[in-house]
């Protein structure tokens, strides 16, 4: 079924009449369907408060004048105007604008845990998971976001479960005996991230480590965003 | 008389706690409390040949909690050390005779008679583990330096943890020469992973081999370190928590002494 736009719309605005016209039609057309419109206005139409919008086109001014003088003339509205012009927004109010929005708007979707996830305990959360305090050998902690140790992360470690591969995993002291971030999985040693704080993500279709402080992977993020 | 019972596990096996049991028992019954340790291990009892009362066994814990005679029947007094009793196992049945019910039943029993029950789990997480824990007041877990007994004692330290249990950890079997040459882990990595209240530690000494060969309890003999570390931990239990935890050093020369005291080496 095919939905046509009619040429000519109209409808009650506040104290007047919206007119939408399509300036792409004949003109003919569009007076043929205005009158069409306002003859069954009848009376309703005198004196009225008209807007006529041409839906941002520019150079119709002609169209503009002829559809005015024939609401004038035959139907004896009040004033005809234009849309008022919206006032551009700088840039700088935009970014602002998207800045607030960010984190107001996103809501905490992070489970946070304090203490120590032991041996044989399995966390499991379609949240993000921040987790204070460390993961022993034998733990296990699953998340659907990202995740984040702030301890030792000695135990087996699942980001982004089952298969986003954006998610990643920081860890104060990062000694896992696997990770798994998407569908990538990787095991073995980190001995040369020893003591620093440690980012993992996917790079390459690999999972690559790197010293989160120096390799800042968020510092170039203009402002804050939430995830 | 409300006594304290205490159950002795670790999740991994052969750690050294059927030893650990028999040394606490006899060392607090040393002390002067009254004293009886049960052998939860049913199938593969283990706790009367430490102690060296294998050939006065009439009945036992299966017997006694199935009601086929009663606690005093199977209780076996030690003779050379006044107040400490045994409840040995039964070495035909499995781990399945014994209820929870039925061992809450009898560690009411037991509890009215002595200052301290001790009781030796069998390792695992299973069945024995949970019959032995089910009246438990107090845990003590044993662990020995290294990576695997480290990981099962932080399961068995979860599952106590749920059970509203707070153990306490005993780091056994600790060499203090391999220790300083970085070739085991220290009882400081240990109680890093583990994070528990340490009750003790106890050296490598081959006096323990000896001792259950010959069902002569540990803390007996003067001159073994890890008798007198068991009697060290003991006290402790018994009241003085104020007691320093010594570790275990292989160390004897005069500036390594005073180094030690100044805190330069651990």
Same mark, same amino acid.
């Given at each position: 079924?095919?939905?046509?736009?009619?040429?000519?719309?109209?409808?009650?605005?506040?104290?007047?009449?919206?007119?939408?016209?399509?300036?792409? %039609?004949?003109?003919?057309?569009?007076?043929?369907?205005?009158?069409?419109?306002?003859?069954? @206005?009848?009376? @309703?139409?005198?004196?009225?408060?008209?807007?006529?919008?041409?839906? /941002?086109?520019? /150079?119709?001014?002609?169209? @503009?004048?002829?559809?005015?003088?024939?609401?004038?003339? &035959?139907?004896?509205?009040?004033?005809?105007?234009?849309?008022?012009?919206?006032?551009?927004?700088?840039?700088?109010?935009?970014?602002?604008?998207?800045?607030?929005?960010?984190?107001?708007?996103?809501?905490?979707?992070?489970?946070?845990?304090?203490?120590?996830? &032991?041996?044989?305990?399995?966390?499991?959360? &379609?949240?993000?998971?921040?987790?204070?305090?460390?993961?022993?050998?034998?733990?296990?902690?699953?998340?659907? /976001?990202?995740?984040?140790?702030?301890?030792?992360?000695?135990?087996?470690?699942?980001?982004?479960?089952?298969?986003?591969?954006?998610?990643?995993?920081?860890?104060?002291?990062? &000694?896992?005996?696997?990770?798994?971030?998407?569908?990538?999985?990787?095991?073995?040693?980190?001995?040369? @991230?020893? /003591?620093?704080? %440690?980012?993992?993500?996917?790079?390459?279709?690999?999972?690559?480590?790197?010293?989160?402080?120096?390799?800042?992977?968020?510092?170039?993020?203009?402002?804050?965003?939430?995830? | 008389?409300?006594?304290?019972?205490?159950? *002795?596990?670790?999740?991994?096996?052969?750690? #050294?706690? !059927?030893?650990? !049991?028999?040394? =606490?028992?006899?060392? =607090?019954?040393?002390?002067?409390?009254?004293?009886? *340790?049960?052998?939860?291990?049913? #199938?593969?009892?283990?706790?009367?040949?430490?102690?060296?009362?294998?050939?006065?066994?009439?009945?036992?814990?299966?017997?006694?909690?199935?009601?086929?005679?009663?606690?005093?029947?199977?209780?076996?007094?030690? +003779?050379?050390?006044? $107040?400490?009793?045994?409840?040995?196992?039964?070495?035909?049945?499995?781990?399945?005779?014994?209820?929870?019910?039925?061992?809450?039943?009898?560690?009411?029993?037991?509890?009215?008679?002595?200052?301290?029950?001790?009781?030796?789990?069998?390792?695992?997480?299973?069945?024995?583990?949970?019959?032995?824990?089910?009246?438990?007041?107090?845990?003590?877990?044993?662990?020995?330096?290294?990576?695997?007994?480290? +990981?099962?004692?932080?399961?068995?330290? #979860?599952?106590?943890?749920?059970?509203?249990?707070?153990?306490? =950890?005993?780091?056994?079997?600790? *060499?203090?020469?391999?220790?300083?040459? #970085?070739?085991?882990?220290?009882?400081?990595?240990?109680?890093? *992973?583990?994070?528990?209240?340490?009750?003790?530690?106890?050296?490598?000494?081959?006096?323990?081999?000896?001792?259950?060969?010959?069902?002569?309890?540990?803390?007996?003999?003067?001159?073994?370190?890890?008798?007198?570390?068991? +009697?060290?931990?003991?006290?402790?239990? $018994?009241?003085?928590?104020?007691?320093?935890?010594?570790?275990?050093?292989?160390?004897?020369?005069?500036?390594?002494?005073?180094?030690?005291?100044?805190?330069? $080496?651990?």
């Amino acid at each position: 079924m095919i939905n046509e736009i009619p040429p000519v719309k109209l409808k009650g605005v506040g104290d007047g009449f919206w007119l939408t016209v399509d300036p792409d %039609v004949q003109e003919e057309v569009i007076n043929k369907e205005i009158c069409l419109l306002f003859e069954r @206005l009848q009376h @309703l139409a005198i004196n009225a408060k008209v807007v006529i919008d041409l839906g /941002g086109a520019q /150079g119709c001014d002609d169209l @503009l004048t002829n559809i005015k003088q024939l609401l004038k003339t &035959r139907f004896d509205v009040g004033i005809v105007t234009t849309p008022p012009e919206k006032r551009p927004e700088s840039i700088e109010r935009s970014r602002q604008l998207e800045l607030g929005k960010g984190w107001l708007t996103n809501r905490s979707d992070a489970l946070i845990l304090t203490g120590r996830v &032991r041996s044989g305990q399995k966390i499991e959360t &379609r949240r993000h998971l921040i987790i204070a305090g460390n993961v022993n050998p034998g733990a296990e902690i699953i998340s659907s /976001g990202n995740v984040i140790v702030l301890g030792s992360l000695q135990g087996k470690v699942y980001a982004g479960y089952p298969d986003s591969e954006d998610a990643f995993v920081i860890a104060l002291d990062f &000694r896992p005996t696997q990770v798994q971030i998407g569908g990538i999985t990787t095991s073995g040693s980190y001995t040369s @991230l020893t /003591g620093k704080t %440690v980012y993992a993500s996917i790079a390459n279709n690999r999972i690559t480590t790197q010293d989160y402080m120096e390799s800042q992977p968020f510092g170039k993020l203009p402002w804050p965003t939430a995830i | 008389m409300e006594g304290k019972i205490i159950v *002795v596990t670790s999740g991994k096996g052969g750690v #050294g706690k !059927t030893t650990a !049991t028999a040394s =606490l028992g006899a060392a =607090l019954a040393l002390e002067g409390n009254r004293v009886a *340790v049960i052998d939860m291990d049913i #199938g593969l009892r283990n706790l009367d040949v430490v102690l060296g009362l294998e050939n006065r066994i009439v009945f036992n814990i299966v017997d006694v909690v199935n009601k086929r005679c009663n606690l005093n029947q199977a209780i076996i007094r030690d +003779r050379r050390i006044e $107040n400490l009793f045994l409840v040995p196992a039964s070495q035909s049945d499995n781990k399945d005779v014994l209820t929870a019910i039925g061992v809450q039943r009898v560690a009411k029993m037991l509890k009215s008679e002595f200052d301290y029950i001790l009781m030796d789990s069998p390792a695992g997480i299973e069945r024995g583990f949970e019959n032995s824990v089910v009246a438990a007041d107090e845990a003590i877990v044993i662990c020995t330096p290294d990576v695997s007994s480290v +990981r099962d004692a932080d399961r068995v330290i #979860g599952l106590l943890y749920s059970r509203s249990i707070t153990p306490k =950890l005993i780091v056994n079997r600790i *060499v203090p020469d391999m220790v300083a040459k #970085g070739n085991m882990l220290s009882h400081e990595d240990v109680m890093d *992973v583990l994070s528990i209240d340490l009750l003790g530690l106890v050296p490598m000494d081959d006096q323990v081999v000896i001792s259950t060969n010959t069902g002569m309890p540990l803390v007996m003999h003067n001159q073994s370190p890890a008798g007198q570390a068991f +009697r060290r931990i003991a006290r402790r239990i $018994n009241g003085e928590v104020d007691l320093p935890i010594q570790v275990p050093s292989a160390r004897v020369g005069m500036w390594n002494k005073i180094s030690q005291k100044l805190g330069l $080496n651990r």
